[in-house]
């Protein structure tokens, strides 16, 4: 039976400048989780913290131009990012997680463990997986997080796999008597190609060149990832806090799921964003300043 233990508290240590970083293992998983602070410039009273929750097969180091240009133009946000298990800098099985709720219970750490000031405002961003792990979190996981949380950014969350890749377990299984356990360590497929990620080539190679990038998640990744796509629908009729949906164009994303999601809201509180001309990496688009920009409006910095 696996052990239960809780996981260590935060330390964080300065690597440079306003850059610190620390880690935690999983209580599920065991694996040592990855986490980077960087602190505002600015020492104000009250200040704003944006967390930031990436994608399946991507890391923390896909968010550097938005904190960058932050930094830049709006010292006073600080921003706390996380490795998933399996991701980045985290340990792990590469693109490798068993059960979606270890990472959701992996974010509740964070938050949990992170102090916030009286007047202090907090953000969570998600961008695909880490989006859905946002509204398991606010929605179900853990009541006492939603007094911590002020607004909510979600983007490129809906993910669409085509039923035939999920009757490749059966047939498989059935043909040759293979195990379930090396199945679902199986990597049938290679989700985000370059081409789908950004516009541009150069970026393109640059991301192909990307060591910590997953090329491919394991089966049983994209099995979890599945079925909780089928709860996401419902998950806006709960939500009360003032959230920003930014959509771009992807293959991945379920035709028209974006819209039909964001019309379970209550009144006044969802703004959408669509940027057709991005691909589904749409924070590391070349004119992604616009979408930088509408943030920090959304924010109200």
Avoid: C
């Amino acid at each position: 039976m696996r052990s239960e233990e809780k996981p260590s508290a935060l330390s964080w240590k300065n690597i440079r400048d306003e850059n610190w970083t620390s880690q935690f293992i999983s209580s599920h998983s065991r694996q040592k989780i990855y986490l980077k602070k960087i602190q505002s410039k600015d020492s104000t009273d009250s200040g704003v913290t944006v967390f930031l929750f990436h994608d399946i097969t991507s890391y923390h180091g896909r968010f550097h131009h938005l904190t960058s240009w932050f930094q830049n133009n709006y010292p006073s946000v600080s921003f706390v990012m996380m490795d998933f298990a399996g991701h980045g800098l985290s340990t792990g099985t590469r693109g490798h997680f068993e059960d979606f709720n270890h990472l959701v219970e992996d974010m509740s750490f964070v938050l949990k463990n992170m102090s916030k000031g009286h007047n202090d405002r907090w953000i969570v961003l998600g961008h695909g997986m880490g989006a859905m792990g946002l509204l398991d979190l606010i929605n179900r996981f853990d009541e006492s997080l939603k007094h911590k949380v002020d607004q909510l950014i979600l983007s490129n969350f809906i993910l669409n796999f085509t039923s035939p890749l999920f009757l490749f377990e059966k047939k498989i299984a059935e043909k040759f008597l293979i195990n379930s356990f090396l199945i679902n360590q199986s990597r049938p497929l290679s989700i985000y190609h370059a081409h789908e990620m950004l516009s541009s080539h150069e970026d393109q190679v640059n991301y192909l060149k990307d060591p910590l990038i997953v090329k491919a998640p394991t089966f049983q990744s994209l099995k979890a990832l599945n079925e909780k796509v089928k709860t996401l629908f419902q998950e806006s009729y709960f939500l009360d806090k003032p959230t920003l949906l930014l959509s771009s164009q992807s293959p991945y994303l379920v035709g028209g799921g974006m819209e039909s999601f964001s019309k379970g809201f209550k009144k006044g509180i969802l703004t959408k964003k669509n940027y057709s001309n991005f691909q589904h990496d749409l924070y590391n688009e070349r004119d992604s300043q616009t979408l930088f920009n509408d943030i920090a409006q959304w924010i109200k910095l």
